[in-house]
Nanobody, 121 residues
Framework: QVQLVESGGGLVQPGGSLKLSCAAS????????MAWYRQAPGAQREFVAN???????NYDNSVKGRFTISRDNDKNIMYLQMNSLTPQDTAAYLC???????????????WGKGTQVTVSA
């Protein structure tokens, strides 16, 4: 079984910063692309950013230049540094990872349960 656990969320004032972490553990053979998504109340889940095994990155236009995604392959942890936060960034932030596990080694997308980020004065 694979677990993804997010941490680092909280309440921050507009213009502030937060750094989120996503730790993967369990029956992991290999982790490929990792990603952050977010979901505000009553809204659809939306893509934020992803990072490939070779650390190539992609960002949604709404966060480009403000958020930075990174990963530590030795520790199986992904990060999201969020700067210049606005109230529109308020959402539950979920991590996802494409992982192969024994015994099938089929590539499967796993999800964390999310960490809440609230940007408010």
């Amino acid at each position: 079984q694979v677990q993804l656990v997010e941490s680092g969320g909280g309440l921050v004032q507009p213009g502030g910063s937060l750094k989120l972490s996503c730790a993967a553990s369990g029956n992991i053979f290999h982790i490929y692309t990792m990603a952050w998504y977010r979901q505000a109340p009553g809204a659809q889940r939306e893509f934020v950013a992803n990072i490939t095994l070779n650390s190539n990155t992609n960002y949604d236009n709404s966060v480009k230049g403000r958020f930075t995604i990174s990963r530590d392959n030795d520790k199986n942890i992904m990060y999201l540094q969020m700067n210049s936060l606005t109230p529109q960034d308020t959402a539950a932030y979920l991590c996802a990872a494409d992982i192969t596990s024994s015994p099938t080694y089929v590539l499967t997308k796993h999800w964390g349960k999310g960490t809440q980020v609230t940007v408010s004065a």
